[in-house]
């Protein structure tokens, strides 16, 4: 379903009158107009604010994520996102995933297991989040395996009382516990079937519109450098550091709409004199973006 037939559908369920819906709305300091709010369940526009639709989220008494997941979906012939043409990920999700588009499990190999690895963590604050900015650090070694993999992330609020993220990444076995924890603390750690999920927990409780800082490394990550988006981000940046002695002929960036969607080049990536490739894409959408190589 998209975003204007499920706002729609919350406001009859809940009985509610535009005109009360933003009275509620205002009683939060959030001004929002009735004509706004019918545009918005007839498709004409979408909110801008994501702060607004977690209240109305609230107001309507859905589920938590049930109007802003969709609202992560792309618009209908909607421009592909700034600093990579054409790099429209989640367009390709088809309306009868929307489900399972919405929960980030079509990004999966397995994604009955990777619900049962997040089923037992608190991601009620997730959605709830916005990512500014995801880095990823790969190192390999002579012998061509991965080394480690350092993650920084700045996130920021939309709403009230989050304290925590969850992070799921697959991994090389069983997984360990993140290390190299930086402003944050580790929480519950799952891991099952080469997949490995964790609670980050804040330094503090964010209210709406602050921001955080989390950095946490990873000992034996998969040495496939992908990064699943179930949400956007603003700035994403990967760092392949291969060992001085084994270099790559070429690298790649590369980009699907989901686990089971062909595999789309972006480009050629510099391989510098530091040993290193990079792949910088601003603006990206639900989907998977990554770094490929050949040796020979």
Do not use: K, N
């Not at 999700?93 to 190999?109: F, H, K, M, N």
């Not at 969850?166 to 799952?190: K, N, Q």
């Not at 949400?231 to 989901?258: K, S, W």
């Amino acid at each position: 379903m998209e975003f204007a037939g499920a706002l729609r559908q919350a406001v009859q369920e809940s009985g509610l009158t535009l005109e009360r819906i933003r009275h509620r709305l205002a009683q939060r300091g959030l001004t929002v107009s009735v004509a706004s709010l019918s545009y918005w369940q007839r498709g004409r526009s979408r909110p801008r604010s994501r702060t607004v639709v977690v209240a109305l989220e609230e107001i309507l008494r859905v589920p938590a994520g049930a109007l802003i997941d969709l609202l992560d979906d792309p618009v209908p012939g909607a421009a592909p996102p700034r600093g990579a043409p054409g790099l429209a990920l989640g367009s390709a999700v088809p309306p009868d995933r929307a489900s399972a588009s919405a929960a980030g499990t079509e990004l999966w190999p397995d994604p009955q297991r990777y619900a049962r690895v997040v089923g037992q963590l608190d991601r009620s604050g997730d959605h709830r989040l916005e990512r500014l900015s995801v880095h990823d650090l790969y190192r390999f070694g002579p012998d061509r395996r991965p080394l480690g993999l350092t993650v920084r992330e700045v996130l920021r609020a939309t709403g009230d009382d989050i304290d925590r993220v969850v992070r799921v990444h697959p991994m090389d076995g069983a997984g360990p516990e993140p290390a190299g924890l930086r402003y944050c603390r580790a929480g519950r750690v799952r891991a099952e079937g080469g997949l490995v999920g964790f609670e980050l927990i804040f330094d503090r409780v964010l209210s709406a519109g602050d921001t955080v800082v989390i950095e946490y490394e990873l000992s034996r990550p998969s040495g496939d450098c992908e990064r699943r988006f179930p949400r956007p981000v603003r700035d994403y940046l990967a760092i392949v550091q291969f060992h001085a002695e084994t270099l790559p002929a070429r690298c790649y960036g590369h980009a699907r709409a989901g686990e089971r969607a062909p595999r789309r080049r972006l480009g050629e990536l510099w391989i510098g004199a530091s040993g290193s490739a990079h792949l910088a894409l601003g603006d990206v959408r639900r989907g998977i973006v990554g770094i490929e190589w050949e040796w020979d």
